[in-house]
């Protein structure tokens, strides 16, 4: 079975999931709970203001809201935690920023109120799920055995990325991954930034809110992330938004296609690094695992770091603090994207995939369905 690296035992977030549920009447039921696998549904994942599927907090009750949030905090590390608190929160901001007028065909288009969960099975049957997502947080968690074994699609994202705070600093949810990214860019030297550096970033991470990616992927246009396709006039304004976005950046076709995914990854790797730079990609790497707990996430960095010439490193754009820019970290079944090209370079999102393990991976389901050859697991 493929596992995200780690054997934290599952007690917490089963504890957590189950005390949700408790708290629920049945219509609320009805919209968060769905049987496992429902794999047409579980592996939908959204980044976008989209309606994400599950019961939203804006439907919720005060404690039926902080059962939600203690779901999160049973898998996600501290900071982990304040990071998606913040990002949820930030809606406010953004919408401040945007003057108080983004609807996307909804009442509002900003709501730090419209993120959803839905937990699919039973948290104490043998394999069962949880996803919580809105604008820009998508969090996807597995357990099977009583252990949690999936914690991919991870995505935050972060707009604005950099916003003032009273006195001399910035709030930068995100500001981390940035920091450490261009940091590693800049220690490249000729031969290296050869291998590594790209002249344009895309518009966004490549590999999308696709369920699985595969070689040739390219970033999807931004009407296509979105729960449904919007009416002629909203769909149209969004075509525009990506075609001048793209304009702004001079992307072009063949910069695509050179930050195209393959399988095979593209960027300098980790054995051509030196040691000081192979300290920068592993610190860069736990920025993005150090997501989730301490339990999952040690395992995962001590594989990445023993594997670590296997790893490689792209980055796309400008090495120069509030430009467009781009990077990716990729090689052992693992995919990090970091994008931040949006709004002349302050919008930023960001991924950690597991190509074999997100959703609980290929071999988890083939497991159940063999395990259940006959039943309905229709909704």
Known sequence: MASAGGDLRGDATTAAARHLIELLDDGQREAACWPFPSDDERRLWFFTPTDHGGLPLADMSPRQYRATMQ??????????????????????VLDHLEGFRVDFG????????????RIFGEPDQRTWSWRFGGHHLSLHVTVHDGRIVSTTPCFMGADPAAAPLLG?????????????????????????????LRPVPPVDIVGANRSRVDDGDRPLPLP???????????????????????????????????L????????????DLGPDQRELLVETI???????????????????????????FLWAGSLEPGDPHYYRIQGL???????NAQRGGNHV???????????????????????????????
């Open 224 to 258: 296509l992330v979105w729960r449904g396709r919007f009416e002629a006039q909203l769909d149209a304004r969004l075509h525009s938004m990506q075609t001048d976005a793209e304009a702004s950046l001079g992307l072009t076709a063949a910069h695509l296609d050179d």
């Open 260 to 271: 195209a995914f393959h399988h095979r990854p593209a960027g300098v790797a980790g054995r």
């Open 349 to 379: 999102h960001t991924v950690w995939r597991d190509l074999t393990a997100d959703f609980g991976g290929d071999p988890l389901a083939a497991h159940y369905v063999a395990g259940h050859a006959g039943s309905d697991h229709s909704h």
């Open 106 to 117: 909804r009442a509002r288009g900003r709501d730090p109120l419209l993120y959803w969960v």
């Open 71 to 92: 779901l999160l905090a049973s898998v996600l590390s501290a900071p982990g935690y304040v990071t998606a608190s913040l990002i949820i929160g930030q809606e406010n």
């Open 168 to 196: 001399p600093h910035l709030h930068r949810p995100l500001g981390g991954a940035e920091d450490l990214g261009r940091e590693l860019a800049r220690s490249l030297d000729a031969s290296q930034r050869e291998a590594a």
């Open 333 to 339: 079944d693992q995919l990090i994207e970091y994008d």
């Open 286 to 312: 736990g920025v993005y695992v150090g997501r989730i707990a301490d339990g999952l996430a040690d395992p995962v960095l001590a594989r990445l770091t023993a594997g670590i010439e296997e790893l490689h």
